[in-house]
């Protein structure tokens, strides 16, 4: 085990990467990776309804990354990705709301909506930060943003075990 661990040590760590298929050498998985998307075939996709190229420009807007920064574009692109219920982009609206940043008031109330219904949803990782804003909030604003995420849910015909 220890020469195997050397020997890719000494060629280095990007050698090998895994693949749904298996470990495979790395010049055939470099060939098969999309190249990454401009900001303009971004900007096109997510115009053209794609909820996860939404997110990314959601997230070129945030940052500044290739485009003009603006929180009020991030933070829109992020609310039409949550609409089409993709994950990430409620992730990211609960993150704005809970720092105050990108264009948003901190507001503990709506940062454990987003993250709640990311949560019902499917991401397992919201739980850790609906815990910590629970301490911030009264029973009562809990209770009012479960109610707020059944409803979400119920008006997007979503359904789920976490509800």
Known sequence: MLTVIAVVSWLGPDLF???SVGWKEAAETKA???????PEEVTKM??????EAQWRLGKLYRDGDGVPQSDKDAE???HRAAEQKYV???SALGSQYWAGSGGVKQDYGKAYFWYDLAL?????NADSQLQVLATELTQEEVANAHKQVKDWLQAHSCTTEHQ
């Open 46 to 51: 997510a115009q053209q309804g794609d909820a």
């Open 76 to 78: 829109d692109w992020f």
């Open 17 to 19: 990467s895994w693949s």
């Open 32 to 38: 098969d990776k999309p190249r990454v998307a401009t």
């Open 120 to 124: 019902a949803l499917g991401d397992e």
């Open 88 to 90: 990430p982009a409620l």
